[in-house]
């Protein structure tokens, strides 16, 4: 809240400087025109002389201007006319107004001179537009900084906080996570300890200073570190890694500094640092960059190690790279405690899809036993998505309440990609997709660890131009060597189908050989699952690793991941061979009907 108002507050200024820039430049340009008129400057000795020969006709006077315009009765020795009346004016400026005026008194008396006096305003008017464009190169220079520092984000605390001063504590409590139970289980005595600190300290304890909540993104990392804050009524602070990176030396680090005083200001309270690889990463070489971040980083170690015994300021940080944490961080006084949050299991799905269901309408047939068992893999921030496209595509659909139609086209929007019914796709294209999808389905039924098939489609969604779906109704741990190789004979199927059927390839497998390239390279150098090779780790991409290994180790991962894929391929085409009027049938269905249920593919087996 307090961050939106302080961008509004930015937005406004910027809109301020915006306008008065624009104005001065008009009222500039204004001057200048109004300048250029008069531009033929006289010295005031000369137009004494001109007077007193009777060589003026007019004079122009302003009040509360030193500045008058006399005009001429000739011009170039001929006599004045209407027309060339602006070429005869001259500007001059006078030491003294009064005096002038008595000096030229007895002409004007005489009609030997006209007198036209002017209205102040019109002079004020140029008074202003001359002190504004006299400002204007300072003007523009202070906007140009004001931009650059909005840019920059400097100039202001980029931390959110909850809580504090405003005494608004943060709303989140461990009810609004679903799930996650043991990890709950572990993080509630911090909430005692920031409730109660000083009976911690009276019994000898030391408090955690840093927890480290390790999981991939969505998981609920922030949630968790709001609900302790909630929980134990602190101001819960929170700044991203990412935004300690500055441009300028040195104000990561007093961003830094500045994040802890506000904290023991404030203390008890939570700091939460969320992305802390973008500080935290390992410190390596000195180049420019390297360097501003390696400050950050000592600054926040600094004051990890700096907290008084009476601050009670636990931080909190947020990680989906651990393995990139400098180790300094990880010793004892700092973040010594860490935590995994990991995606959440068949029940931690259900809860989670049961929380954020609480304030949608759903129709009867919604299962979500049966959502959260084909959504193996998502995270609670996925999950969360899902019901809200799904309650999008009921509204669009009008619907008047979710259906399980609604979630199920909501989980293929999600992971698919949204069904594109309307693109123009040539027959020829169509079969190929046909054959493809469907050599996947028929190769994977004949694999023992394959799951069954869920939904076979033509119709292209997001940027896929068929799929095929299969049940995902097991967590699993840990994956079997058997079914690796299985897994690649099936995103072997259809290029197997394109190449059996229809005697062609298309680059309608390109992600599948991709998937299926992963999986053995991490075959043979993540998992060691390779019998030559041995349950080694080998990582690929770092040079120095494979220079241990020699050019005979490298050369052989390149063989075996080339072994591996011809294995899975010769064994897809294999399954197609024998079966090939099981895949002639599902991909003509296919063609017929654009889309097969689980139901429907299963019949061809019978
Ligand atoms: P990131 O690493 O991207 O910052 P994160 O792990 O901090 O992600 P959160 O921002 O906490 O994830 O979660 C995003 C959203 O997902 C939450 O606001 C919430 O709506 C939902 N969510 C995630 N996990 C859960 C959960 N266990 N229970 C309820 N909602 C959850």
């Known amino acids: 809240m307090k961050e939106k108002k302080e961008d509004k507050k930015g937005k406004v ?156 504590k943060s709303d989140v409590r461990f009810k609004d996570i679903a799930g996650l139970e043991e990890e709950k289980n572990e993080l509630i005595e911090i909430v005692d300890f920031l409730k109660k600190p000083q009976a911690y ?15 991939k993104p969505g998981t609920g990392k922030t949630l968790i570190a709001k609900a302790i804050a909630g929980e134990a009524g602190v101001p819960f602070i929170s700044m991203s890694g990412s935004e300690f990176i500055e441009m300028f030396a040195g104000l990561g680090a007093s961003r830094v500094r500045k994040l802890f005083d506000k904290a023991k200001k404030m203390s008890p309270a939570i700091i939460f640092i969320d992305e802390i690889d973008a500080i935290g990463a390992r410190r390596n070489s000195s180049s420019g960059a390297e360097t501003e971040n390696n400050q950050t980083l000592n600054q926040l170690l600094v004051e990890m190690d700096g907290f008084d015994t009476d601050q009670t300021i636990i931080v909190l940080a947020a990680t989906n790279r651990p393995e990139m944490l400098d180790k300094a961080l990880l010793r004892p006084g700092r973040f010594d405690r860490q935590v995994t949050i990991p995606a959440p299991d068949l029940n931690g799905r259900e809860a989670i899809l049961k929380l954020h269901s609480e304030n949608k309408k759903f129709a009867d047939d919604v299962d979500f036993h049966t959502i959260a068992g084909d959504t193996a893999g998502f995270t609670g921030a996925e999950l969360a998505n899902i019901l809200n496209e799904a309650a999008i595509i009921a509204t669009r659909e009008g619907h008047n309440a979710i259906t399980n139609d609604d979630v199920e086209n909501a989980v293929k929007k999600v992971t698919v990609g949204l069904e594109k019914a309307n693109r123009v796709i040539s027959d020829k294209d169509k079969k190929l997709t046909a054959y493809h999808e469907a050599g996947h389905a028929v190769v994977s039924k004949f694999l023992e660890t394959q799951t069954d098939v869920k939904e076979v489609s033509i119709i292209p969604r997001g940027a896929a131009g068929g799929y095929t779906m299969y049940k995902t109704n097991e967590d699993k741990y840990y994956i079997s060597r058997t079914e690796l190789l299985e897994k690649m004979v099936a995103l072997m199927g259809g290029r197997a189908a394109e190449k059996v059927a229809l005697n062609e390839i298309s680059t309608g497998a390109s992600n599948d050989i991709e998937v299926a390239t992963g999986i053995a390279r991490d075959m043979l150098t993540v998992y060691g699952m390779d019998d030559k090779l041995g349950p080694i780790s080998l990582k690929v991409d770092d040079p120095y690793e494979l220079q241990v290994f020699g050019e005979k180790v490298i050369a052989e991962v390149g063989n075996q991941i080339q072994q591996l894929i011809d294995n899975a391929y010769a064994t897809a085409q294999r399954i197609l061979l024998e079966n090939m009027d099981i895949l002639d049938k599902v991909a003509n269905t296919l063609l017929e009907k654009e889309k097969i249920s689980s139901e429907e593919f299963e019949m061809f087996f019978q």
């Open 201 to 215: 300290l009276d019994m000898g304890a030391k408090i955690p200073r840093g927890i480290l909540l390790y999981g």
């Open 13 to 168: 200024a910027l809109w301020i400087v915006c306008i008065f820039l624009f104005t001065s430049v008009v009222i500039g340009m204004l001057y200048v025109g109004k300048m250029k008129q008069e531009d033929k400057e006289l010295a005031y000795t000369e137009l004494i002389k001109n007077i007193n020969q009777g060589e003026i006709e007019k004079i122009k006077m302003t009040t509360g201007s030193t500045s008058i315009t006399v005009t001429y009765k000739t011009l170039n020795g001929e006599e004045g006319t209407e027309e060339n009346e602006k070429d005869r004016q001259k500007k001059v400026i006078v030491p003294s107004v009064q005096a002038f005026v008595e000096l030229i008194q007895s002409k004007v008396d005489a009609n030997e001179l006209e007198l036209e006096l002017i209205q102040e305003s019109t002079s004020q008017f140029l008074k202003i537009a001359e002190t504004l464009f006299s400002l204007l190169p300072t003007i523009l220079l202070v906007a140009l900084m004001l931009m650059i520092f909005k840019m920059q984000g400097f100039g202001g605390d980029k931390d959110k906080v909850y809580g504090g001063e405003s005494n608004k």
